[in-house]
């Protein structure tokens, strides 16, 4: 198996690399090898090449991928965006939370199954699916797919990925597919998109200040500073608060930093909202000990948004943007309806 495997490496030297933050393809001689989130390697090979032997079977995927399990949203939402959302035959997120009409349907017909949540996975369900690859954010089930010899590619990092790297990562999903053609210029557009929002911003001289996390009875998340969403944000005529925290998606950080800062924002940005049961100000802070003890802005004088679930099955990252802009200067973006952001009251 070394021999194989160095012969593969030497093949690749030297030839077409693509990045996406830590997430790699590098082509050559008729093999795609790609590098997941976590840095492991894997093998994309097509039907034409099953002479490959002596090689670790949850390492090699045939390509284009028929049949795919997926646990993130996101990634389910770019599949669709290369024209293969037919592909997904397994979630680990029940129907009732998908937005995306397509994968709803493939549940409701049988088509699609749902596997259970990420800690209690049905494996004889899994086993039953079959499936080419399992794109997971969980590492936890390597081991159990590794035994089972059900490729797992790990589609999540340890750092939160920065709005090129989160925009990007749809060439990454698209070796599997053969669509790189299809990847690279949906890529194109998107910041092309982005890039005229940012050029109606340049002569604006207010930024609401702007926090993005979750307070729960004793804890704060946020969204750090090197995040997409904080990106998206200032790409959106914001200033955001959090600029100088580095770290994972979601991240704690301690109740004094967060309420140091939250006395001076005019939006806060919230993952809870009507699909946790809070369709108020007064009940989002009866849901947190801390927020009845500690008084932050955006509860009286500024705005509080909800992220509903849909924010999180979307693949147009500039639409997410146009929509923060909206909320930022309305004057300048105008929008009747928002799908992603909801003004808590």
């Known amino acids: 198996m070394n021999v194989l495997i160095f012969l593969l490496t030497f093949l690749l030297i030297g030839c077409e690399s693509k990045h996406s933050g830590p997430f790699s393809i590098s082509y050559g001689n008729g093999y795609k090898e790609i590098t997941d989130g976590i840095g492991r390697r894997f093998l994309l090979v097509s039907d034409t090449a099953k002479q490959i032997k002596n090689y670790e079977k949850s390492r090699i995927i045939k390509i284009p991928v028929k049949k795919v399990v997926v646990y993130s949203g996101y990634s389910a939402a770019l599949i669709k965006e290369l024209g293969h959302v037919d592909s997904i035959v397994g979630v680990v997120v029940e129907k009732e939370n998908w937005h995306i009409p397509e994968i709803r349907k493939g549940m409701e017909d049988g088509r699609i199954v749902y596997l259970g949540e990420f800690t209690a996975i049905d494996y004889e369900k899994l086993s039953a699916l079959r499936p080419d690859v399992v794109f997971s954010w969980d590492e936890g089930i390597i081991p159990k797919l590794e035994e089972m010899g059900i490729p797992c590619v790990i589609t999540s990092t340890k750092i939160a990925p920065n709005l090129s790297e989160h925009i990007r990562f749809i060439l990454f999903l698209s070796a599997f597919y053969d669509e790189e053609e299809r990847a690279k210029r949906f890529i194109e557009e ?156």
């Open 190 to 345: 998107q910041f092309r998109r982005i890039e005229e929002i940012s050029s109606k911003l340049k002569d604006v001289n207010y930024k609401p200040k702007v926090i993005w996390g979750d307070i729960y009875p004793k804890k704060v998340l946020i969204e750090p500073g090197n995040s997409w969403a904080a990106e998206a944000v200032r790409k959106a005529g914001a200033e955001y608060l959090f600029n100088d925290v580095q770290g994972a998606s979601c991240m704690q950080i301690t109740v004094e930093k967060f309420f140091s800062r939250a006395k001076y924002a005019d939006i806060l940005i919230t993952y809870r909202g009507p699909e946790e049961g809070i369709t108020s100000k007064k009940e989002f802070k009866e849901s947190s000990e801390l927020l009845k003890t500690i008084e932050i802005r955006p509860m009286k004088e500024g705005r509080i948004y909800f992220t509903g679930w849909r924010l999180w099955e979307e693949a147009d990252t500039a639409g997410i943007i146009y929509e923060l802009a909206s909320i930022f200067h309305p004057d300048l973006f105008p929008l009747k309806k928002h799908s992603y952001f909801f003004e808590i009251k």
